[in-house]
């Protein structure tokens, strides 16, 4: 099975919309915390988070409005996973890595994963097919300290740690937040 990486400023497609939703919700218990239990993809409290809505709602409403890479199954044209970015993010966090383009969500259906498509995500969002007005001087993202694979795969883009907020999202798991010069 093959993908196709595909950059969207912004989204109007009904479709390609509940594709979207339909993939969140699939992913929704992936994330510390869950993203049912979050009020955007940039909130900076997470301790002593519980699901306020049984579906990530509110986080789907804000997440639509950053820009999208789309990795599209070439055979079904059905939508495989995503990853979503803020373009001149600036936060205390990250103020030594500003502006930058801040990756937020990258969810990929159950179906597709292992199969190298995050990493394609990160080859495309470095590259020279973001447009130039959306390019930002350096990438950044966070994740919790026991997301190994993501911590893993940042590791190999050359990413470094740019904060530890310990115990942030519970006893033990820290956020992390990371970023690399591009």
């Known amino acids: ?3 196709k990486i595909e950059f969207y400023e912004s ?3 009904e479709q390609l919309l509940a ?3 339909e993939i969140l919700c699939e992913c929704d218990h992936d994330f510390v915390p869950h993203l049912s239990a979050r009020e955007s993809s940039y909130q900076s409290s997470f301790q002593d988070e519980e699901s306020k809505n049984v579906l990530p709602q509110t986080y789907y409403e804000v997440m639509i409005k950053q820009h999208f890479l789309m990795a599209i199954d070439e055979q079904t044209r059905k939508l495989a996973g995503f990853m979503t970015f803020k373009s001149n993010y600036d936060c205390e966090e990250l103020k030594h890595a500003s502006p930058s383009n ?3 969500t990258i969810c990929i259906k159950k179906d597709y994963r292992n199969k190298g498509i995050t990493r394609q995500f990160y080859q495309m969002i ?3 097919l973001i447009p130039e007005n959306v390019r930002m001087p350096y990438l ?3 994740t919790w300290s ?3 694979s993501h911590l893993h795969l940042l590791d190999s883009f050359g990413f470094t740690l740019a904060m530890r907020l310990p115990n942030h999202r519970g006893p ?3 956020t992390v937040y990371y970023s690399k010069k591009v």
Do not use: A
């Open 1 to 3: 099975m093959r993908v």
């Open 11 to 13: 989204l109007t497609d």
């Open 126 to 128: 470095e590259s020279d």
């Open 102 to 104: 801040y990756i937020t």
């Open 19 to 21: 594709e979207i939703w």
């Open 140 to 142: 950044s993202t966070r």
């Open 172 to 174: 033990g798991i820290d």
């Open 146 to 148: 026991l997301n190994l």
